[in-house]
Nanobody
Framework: HVEVVQSGGGSVQAGGSLRLSCKAS????????MAWFRQAPDKAREGVAH????????YYADSVKGRFTISQDNAKNTVYLQMDSLEPEDTAMYYC??????????????????WGQGTQVTVSS
């Protein structure tokens, strides 16, 4: 069966760093795209970053560009999110998603087949 297991996260002061990890196993086919989304209380889910696993091309939301870095370990079906210069506005539950539907939008969470359990990131001022 498919498992998408996240680790990392926690609490940090503004300006600090955290690293999230996400490992997928049991996938019926190799992932074509892995992504990070986040959802803050009373806000809609938003795409943070995604990476196309074959090309290694990565894309970021404007709000995190220059501060967050997404990377992958293809051999392990694992994706990471290095978060630096964290701001209180980054406080949210972060989710990993994998296996983008053919023709789907990498920024649309509904177009991913599998999700991690979520991990809380809290940034205090």
């Amino acid at each position: 069966h498919v498992e998408v297991v996240q680790s990392g996260g926690g609490s940090v002061q503004a300006g600090g760093s955290l690293r999230l990890s996400c490992k997928a196993s049991g996938l019926p086919r190799d992932s074509n795209c892995m992504a990070w989304f986040r959802q803050a209380p009373d806000k809609a889910r938003e795409g943070v970053a995604h990476i196309y696993t074959n090309s290694g091309l990565s894309y970021y939301a404007d709000s995190v560009k220059g501060r967050f870095t997404i990377s992958q370990d293809n051999a392990k079906n694992t994706v990471y999110l290095q978060m630096d210069s964290l701001e209180p506005e980054d406080t949210a539950m972060y989710y990993c998603a994998t296996n983008l539907d053919d023709g789907g939008s990498a920024w649309n969470g509904a177009d991913y087949a599998y999700w991690g359990q979520g991990t809380q990131v809290t940034v205090s001022s």
